[in-house]
């Protein structure tokens, strides 16, 4: 049993957001438990995300979602990659999101003697249900094939037909509350054709996405939610895990390298807003932070506020997106995307260029219009 504690000041987040806490995993190892506590009372001014590193790179992140997280040699907590236990120097790694002006106390508790069970128990404050998506199984009764909405016939241009998806979406395996089956049964349900997964900062839940969606009759396309204290934004495409904590500007032309989309979620939503420095041009005029952008979210209650749209212009125009952060118990709209019959069946990564006939986003003026159900 290890146990690390102090008091993480501001002085310590202007030193590094990022906290490292190290700990061995010997042969002998049974399992890993990481357990985070922190003063609470603080509500939204104290918090610290928290997540993995072991030896063969980044395993995992709960961000704030979760206290506690479990490794074993055939599991792992949602949000983690399941690759056992490597030997070596492992690290807990917090992130301090905010943080009080006098301080805030915290403790984290790692027990490498820990007995993990295959099903990876999930936070039930969080979660509030033990149900999660398991290597190899489900932990649990899959979600039974809903009847599905009939689709409506939109008209489109001679090659191109109109298919109703979301671009934002989160399950278990970050701070979503339904498993990956769960999540295509409700969306497929409400007649959507596609939706992109973009949990915060993990790829572990791709390997679930084709098994659920060809049950439910619909497009689970990989993705992930980059997420830092000063802004989000969805990276589209099975490109591999995207480090967050590498600066905002440089993030859309380390996916863009990958063969992946980046777009910037939610620019103008409080305390989610974009906030990262713009990446700047061989000029050093500042530049688009991405090639895309979320301008529909459901954040934007307000259709008479103009910021998203401003903000949309002032960063030069980059191609309109709409998300929904699904589950969509808090939306009751969803966008529709103009492509080619079948265009983006089978296809496991994003494409930057979205004016290609067979590029799954439509072309310009097509992208994210808003369903209206």
Known sequence: MIRHAGTWTPDDRAGSVWQYLPFEVSASTAGVRVTLDFDRSHGAGGVLDLGLVDPQGWRGWSGGARSVVEIGPGSSTPGYLDRGLPTGEWQVVLGLHRLPAQGLPWQVVVDTDATV????????????SAVVDSPGAWSGPRSPVPPRRPRRDLPA???????????HAHTVHSDGALTIDELAALTAGRGL??????????????PFLAEAGARHGIELLPGQEVTTADGHANAFGDIGWVDFRRPGGEWAADVTSRGGLLSVNHPVSGD???RHPPPASAGGAPTSPAPAAEVWHSS??????????????????????????????RSRRGPRIAHD?????????????????????GRP????????R
Do not use: K
């Open 117 to 128: 069970v295959d099903s990876s128990v999930v936070d039930s404050a969080v979660v509030g």
């Open 157 to 167: 241009v001679d090659g191109l037909t109109w298919r109703a998806g979301d671009c």
């Open 193 to 206: 054709d596609f939706l992109w997964v973009t949990d915060h900062n993990t790829t572990s839940h791709h």
């Open 272 to 274: 989610c807003a974009w």
């Open 300 to 329: 934007w209650t307000d259709r008479t506020d103009g910021g998203p749209l401003a903000w949309w212009i002032a960063a030069g125009s980059p191609l309109p997106l709409g998300g929904q952060r699904l589950p969509p118990s």
């Open 341 to 361: 019959v079948g265009g983006m069946r089978g296809r496991r990564r994003a494409r930057r260029d979205a004016r290609g006939p067979h590029s799954g986003l």
């Open 365 to 372: 003026g097509r992208a994210a219009a808003p369903a209206g």
